[in-house]
């Protein structure tokens, strides 16, 4: 089984509906983090949480917002979606030791905006 | 802040020959790594090496080396013997060791001919 699942894998939605994006991980990291794929772009951060009282915003945190249900469950919210809300969504784990981070990236989440 | 710029938006290469991907980055940390991350067409984001900045010494993963100029803030990529699974978008990137937000650079596609 994964170690860090992504739900749901594609998504097609309109103009101005709410939509949640899901991510869990049973690697047993604290933090936590959602990033957006667009062409030409690279990642880029929305946003992080280092452990489930501690959450921030990352570079384009604009639009969305968060909720770190548990250490194991970090969710995405579009409000209100719009369509340059379209892209590749990624959530990430890691797990900091002393000068060590490597991050563990989900599956992926293609959202879709109309 | 950082900065990390890929730019060759696309590369390719023969089979079992080597290619060189370049990367180069700014940071204002003090403390920090360099990654480069391979995706496939299955868009799962694979680690493929790292390299602590305060490492004098080259990282190399089997196929996989960097060559890191400091000085130069270039982190460039050479894959050996390239094979058809290595096609697949790659992406460069920085992290400061004190915390865990990436950049990514832009991503370069590399191509693989049988």
């Known amino acids: ?114 | 802040a950082q900065t990390v710029t890929q730019s060759q938006p696309e590369m390719s290469v023969q089979e079992a020959e080597t290619v060189t991907l370049s990367c180069t980055y700014d940071t204002s940390e003090s403390d920090y790594y360099l990654f480069w991350y391979k995706q496939p067409p299955s868009r799962q984001m694979i680690l493929v090496i790292r390299q602590e900045a305060y490492k004098q010494q080259n990282a190399t993963e089997n196929r996989f080396s960097v060559n890191f100029q400091k000085a130069a803030k270039s982190f460039s990529l050479k894959i050996s013997d390239s094979q058809l699974g290595d096609a697949a978008m790659y992406f460069c990137g920085t992290g400061g060791t004190s915390y865990g937000k990436l950049t990514f650079g832009q991503g370069t596609i590399l191509t693989v001919h049988p």
């Open chain 1, 1 to 114: 089984d994964a170690d860090v699942t992504q739900t749901p894998r594609n998504r097609i939605t309109k103009t101005g509906k709410r939509i949640m994006l899901e991510c869990s991980q049973t690697k047993g990291h604290d933090r936590m983090y959602w990033y957006r794929q667009d062409p030409g772009l690279g990642l880029r951060l929305i946003y992080y949480s280092f452990d489930v009282k501690d959450i921030n915003k990352g570079e384009i945190s604009d639009g969305y917002s968060v909720s770190r249900q548990a250490q194991a469950k970090f969710s995405l919210s579009l409000e209100s979606a719009i369509p340059n809300q379209t892209a590749l969504y990624f959530c990430a784990t890691s797990d900091f030791q002393g000068s060590t981070d490597t991050q563990y990236f989900g599956p992926g989440t293609r959202l879709t905006v109309l």
